[in-house]
């Protein structure tokens, strides 16, 4: 396995449970962390957590690319390029077609797919030019299996999914590795304004799946995980 010690490692979305677990475990394994979010209270709480200096946080909405690129601009100043990317940015609008709005679905192929898409665009070139590097996202689940008023989520995850297979496409002939979690129920502040019943006591612990990416970040370089699925043992909507 490789070592995470002196990896330059960027996580988006760091202000979610996944993401912020992500960043605790990474920073404490020896990587260089940056960390970027959209809640600007929530990341200096996470960065005073951590111990960041303020040029590795960023407040940040991916779906912005004027701001994707100012970002991406100050962490190529500091480092040549990003050793891995762990996307963990995003929204989920979970509501019935006839109560899902246009503006609702847009909003969500935005932070979930455009936003993806922005990353890839600007963080990807040096990691092409050095032939090497890791990208995580976590399409989740819904990424492979659609349900029942998550239209919107499905869409976009469905969408994350197939464009970092096309991606990877590009990349054969490098050694830049690209992985898709699929998460079930995590129990994160995602589902407080989510109208679903679910029993969340049963739903994967977010420590747990933020150790799942720090595993992927330490695959072997004579190798790739492609893929990773996590469910939770037993849970269903009641």
């Keep these: ?25 990474l920073k404490q394994s020896g990587g260089k962390i940056f960390i970027t979010g959209r809640d600007t209270e929530k990341l200096a709480r996470v ?15 991916i779906a912005d690319e004027a ?10 100043a500091q480092v040549t390029q990003l050793d891995i990317l762990v996307n963990a940015a995003g929204i989920g609008i979970i509501k019935p077609m006839e109560s899902l709005t246009a503006e609702e679905f847009r909003r969500t192929l935005d ?16 990691m092409k030019e050095a ?3 890791l990208i ?3 399409p989740g689940v819904l990424g492979k299996t659609p349900m029942a008023g998550a239209a919107a989520y499905t869409a976009s995850k469905y969408g994350l999914n197939g464009m970092m297979k096309s991606i990877r496409e590009e990349l054969k002939r490098t050694d830049i590795r690209i992985t898709n ?21 049963k739903f994967i612990v977010a420590k747990e799946a933020a150790r799942a990416i720090w595993f992927l970040c ?8 492609s893929e990773m699925v996590i469910q939770p043992f037993n849970h269903q909507a009641i």
């Design 47 to 61: 960065k005073e957590e951590l111990q960041l200096p303020d040029n590795q946080v960023f407040t940040l909405d």
């Design 111 to 126: 932070s979930n797919l455009t936003g993806p898409f922005l990353l890839m665009k600007h963080f990807l070139p040096p």
């Design 131 to 133: 032939r090497k590097g």
């Design 218 to 225: 330490q695959q072997p370089s004579s190798g790739v995980v």
């Design 1 to 25: 396995m490789e070592l995470i010690t002196g990896k330059n490692i960027l996580i988006t979305g760091a202000t979610g449970g996944i993401g912020q677990e992500s960043a605790k475990l």
């Design 181 to 201: 979690l699929f998460l079930g129920g995590v129990d994160t502040h995602f589902w407080d304004t989510i109208d679903l019943r679910v029993q969340r006591e």
């Design 136 to 138: 995580i996202n976590i």
């Design 67 to 76: 701001a994707v690129i100012r970002v991406a601009a100050a962490i190529h």
